[in-house]
């Protein structure tokens, strides 16, 4: 009997072909099993998180919020709620994730791994789009200014993008091995949310509370896509460096964490 070619297992060309089909297949599946083929589809992808920030920019305006800076309300909710939404969410996809997809692992080239960048992949696309829309509406109505420098928002929003994947990897593989991270990662990402400097300026504060905040890696982030939008209008604090290396140590963390659930993952 002839038998049918199969692609060399160690090449790292066909490696990659296999996980690129793998992550396509799994992002398609995520996308109808959340937004289904009804109404506006995948068009949620990023109605949803635009809906959110401009709920918050409505509330903010409304609430005549002081942010103690010449800048508008609809510029501090574009530039933080938005990288709220990129940094959360991935964790919030990723946590759980692995139980409702047990049986997809049945075949052998759907790895933990995939699951995660399929979900994670989701949810960095939408709140870009989210943002890059928003932005683009923002000022051509003229509420806000188009970016000072657009490589400082693009290198600031990769690097945000970045915290949210480690951080993902990390809160996704521990959920794995203990109910707690479910329960506690919830209320605990809203506690982040008024320290994360999306609803303040580091600038604007006392001296101690500057050197607090700045410990947290998505301040730095958020400061960072701020300079590139309003550079000239603020005085912005960041260190990305520090962040670089707060992220890196994560990621190393979770792929460790990863490796050893994946282990012990058993498919239906």
């Known amino acids: 009997m002839e038998e049918t070619p199969q692609p060399s297992q160690s090449s790292l060309a ?3 072909t296999i996980q690129r089909r793998v992550i396509g297949a799994l992002l398609m599946r995520e996308v109808l ?3 289904g083929r009804h109404n506006i589809g995948f068009l949620w992808l990023f109605v949803e ?6 709920g918050v920019t409505v509330l903010w305006t409304l609430a005549g919020a002081a942010h103690v800076s010449d800048l508008p309300i609809a510029a501090f909710a574009l530039t933080g709620y938005s990288s709220v939404l990129l940094w959360r969410n991935m964790p919030n996809r990723c946590i759980g994730a692995i139980e409702p997809n047990l049986a997809l692992m049945y075949h052998r080239h759907v790895k933990v791994m995939d699951i995660f ?3 994670i992949l989701l949810e960095a696309a ?4 989210s943002f890059m829309v ?3 509406f923002f000022t051509l109505i003229g509420w806000i200014s188009p970016p000072e420098d ?3 928002v693009m290198f600031a929003w990769l690097m945000l993008g970045w915290f949210g994947f480690s ?3 990390f809160m996704g593989a521990l959920a794995e091995q203990s109910e707690v991270v479910d329960k506690l990662w919830h209320p605990f990402s809203y506690l982040l949310f008024p320290l994360s400097g999306a609803a303040y300026m580091v600038d604007a504060l006392p001296t101690a509370a500057q050197e607090l905040v700045l410990y947290l890696p998505m301040v730095h982030g958020v400061e960072l896509l701020r300079e590139g939008y309003f550079g000239s209008k603020f005085k912005a604090h960041y260190d990305m460096g520090y962040m670089a290396i707060f992220c890196s140590v994560l990621t190393l963390l979770g792929m460790a964490k990863l490796r050893e659930i994946s282990r012990k993952v058993m498919p239906e």
Do not use: C, V, Y
């Not at 998180?49 to 401009?54: A, I, N």
């Open 134 to 136: 928003l932005g683009l």
């Open 117 to 119: 960048a399929a979900r």
């Open 126 to 129: 939408g709140a870009t789009i």
């Open 49 to 54: 998180p635009m809906l959110f920030t401009l």
């Open 167 to 169: 951080l993902a990897i």
């Open 33 to 35: 099993t959340r937004f």
């Open 150 to 152: 657009i490589g400082k």
């Open 14 to 16: 066909a490696s990659w």
